[in-house]
Nanobody, 114 residues
Framework: EVHLVASGGGLVQPGGSLRLSCAAS????????MSWVRQAPGKGPEWVSSITTGGSYTHYADSLKGRFTISRDVAKNTMYLQMNNLTPDDTAVYYC???????WGQGTQVTVSS
């Protein structure tokens, strides 16, 4: 059974940073492209970033380029999202998912507020 558990969220002040982690199990993590998606209060899901199987290629939503960095450690079955210079608009529940599938994990809340 596929399990994806995001963690690392919390309350941070504008301009701060957070590093999210996604622990994956139940499938061959290294064989799949992975993504981060977020959902802000009252809004639909928004794609954030994706990374290819070996981590060689990464893609970001245009509005997030330069502030967010996606990475993965296949040996640890874990994906990461480093988020810098956070703004209140980044407030959302962040989810990891297997790219191109409907497998979503448990999300983690990120709140950016002073």
């Amino acid at each position: 059974e596929v399990h994806l558990v995001a963690s690392g969220g919390g309350l941070v002040q504008p301009g701060g940073s957070l590093r999210l982690s996604c622990a994956a199990s139940g499938f061959t993590f290294g064989a799949y492209d992975m993504s981060w998606v977020r959902q802000a209060p009252g809004k639909g899901p928004e794609w954030v970033s994706s990374i290819t199987t070996g981590g060689s290629y990464t893609h970001y939503a245009d509005s997030l380029k330069g502030r967010f960095t996606i990475s993965r450690d296949v040996a640890k079955n874990t994906m990461y999202l480093q988020m810098n210079n956070l703004t209140p608009d980044d407030t959302a529940v962040y989810y990891c998912k297997i790219a191109g599938t409907n497998y979503w994990g448990q999300g983690t809340q990120v709140t950016v507020s002073s």
